[in-house]
Nanobody, 117 residues
């Protein structure tokens, strides 16, 4: 089992920045892929970005490329999402997601990001 706790959401003006954090605990040795999804009101949950255990491979949604950066600190069992140049359409609940080496999926409870003036 892996437990995930997100933090860092909040209200920010368009063009601003936020950094989300997700701390993992439990069977940490089994984590393969860590990432972030988001779900806006009335829309399906979508992948924002993910990163492999080594940190050498990352993947981004086209809508966030060049603005968001995913990173991880394996010593702290934490994955981060640096979000810059935020737009109103980035408003959503952001969920931390982990895939274990046994192909199990784990989700955090989510953190709300609101981009509004």
């Amino acid at each position: 089992q892996v437990q995930l706790v997100e933090s860092g959401g909040g209200l920010v003006q368009p063009g601003g920045s936020l950094r989300l954090s997700c701390a993992a605990s439990g069977s940490i040795f089994s984590i393969y892929l860590m990432g972030w999804y988001r779900q806006a009101p009335g829309k399906q949950r979508e992948l924002v970005a993910d990163i492999t255990s080594s940190g050498r491979s990352t993947n981004y949604a086209d809508s966030v490329k060049g603005r968001f950066t995913i990173s991880r600190d394996n010593a702290k069992n934490t994955v981060y999402l640096q979000m810059n140049s935020l737009k109103p359409e980035d408003t959503a609940v952001y969920y931390c997601h982990v895939i274990s080496t046994g192909a199990m999926n784990y989700w955090g409870k989510g953190t709300l990001v609101t981009v509004s003036s």
